[in-house]
């Protein structure tokens, strides 16, 4: 099997028989927090297995000791002119849009594969994943309140689906962390395993279902995510992106953005200061 995989900067690729595709998360030194680049190249590789029949199965997770710690704040925009700030916002919440449609329509089975912290997006999008399994330490967090976004990845709908109304709610609005064994027992974590275990176990569960019926996986996968429900979540990706861009764009967003800087550069110096 030849496939050409991109060389990418923020994610790390690697190609297992018979057509399993490893997707790590590769900013370790920075909690694989997402910048602009995060987005476009995990789009990259959305549009690589959708194109690609020798690809079989996608397995998404992370180097070090998170999956993805959502938006990198130093990344936001800060450009001295509104108009520069608001399309640059637009630009890339466009990405993160034709993102989430790719992993709502993927035509193969995506395994995440969590192996510690997933917060903001690396959070609501394993909803859209076939299948999740987690290790036992890692939090699920979504801090839209206390950025003053909005839901995304279609958690508007998939978090009240599979976790029920009020824990949808309590994730979403107000900000709680659950763990792992708490997504568990809602359903949205399918199987917690010891660290050492995840990526194997996973790439067994992913190997087995490449060396299966394709057909059979593609009609049930179908059946499963019938086109109702694609189209309600295709609707529901357009209208958090549009109300995400408005959220971004806001002055009470920018003032969060920047308190939340403020304080995590205040911890950062805190820390050296300790070290001194």
């Known amino acids: 099997m030849t496939v050409q995989l991109p060389q990418l900067q923020t994610i790390e690729l690697t190609l297992h028989e018979p057509g399993v595709l490893v997707m790590a998360f590769n900013r370790p030194s920075r909690m694989n927090s997402m910048v602009p680049e995060s987005y476009s190249e995990w789009r990259q590789v959305m549009e690589l297995t959708a194109n690609t029949p020798a690809i079989r199965v996608l397995i998404i997770t992370g180097n070090g000791r998170a999956y993805s ?43 995440a594969a969590v192996n510690g912290p997933a917060i903001g997006y690396g959070c609501t999008t394993l909803a859209l994943c076939d299948l999740v399994i987690s290790v036992e330490s890692a939090v699920f967090r979504t801090p839209f309140a206390e950025l003053a976004f909005c839901a995304e990845g279609c958690s508007s709908v998939t978090f009240p689906r599979i976790l029920g109304p009020m824990v949808a709610n309590d994730m979403i609005l107000f900000g709680r962390a659950l763990s792992a064994t708490e997504m568990h027992q809602r359903g949205l974590v399918g199987r917690i395993v010891k660290p050492e275990e995840l990526l194997p176990v996973a790439l067994k569960v992913a190997t087995t279902m490449a060396k299966q019926s394709q057909a059979a996986i593609a009609v049930s996968r179908a059946l499963i995510r019938n086109q109702s429900y694609i189209d309600e979540l295709v609707r529901a990706n357009n209208a958090e992106m549009d109300q995400l861009y408005l959220r971004m764009t806001s002055k009470d967003a920018k003032q969060a953005i920047a308190q939340m800087f403020a304080r995590l550069q205040a911890g950062n110096s805190s820390v050296q200061k300790s070290k001194i």
């Open 69 to 111: 710690a959502g938006q990198d704040l130093s990344s936001v925009s800060q450009s001295k002119s509104e108009q520069g700030e608001a399309e640059d916002i637009h630009r890339r919440n466009e990405v993160t849009r034709g993102l989430t449609k790719l992993l709502i329509t993927s035509r193969i089975p995506i395994i």
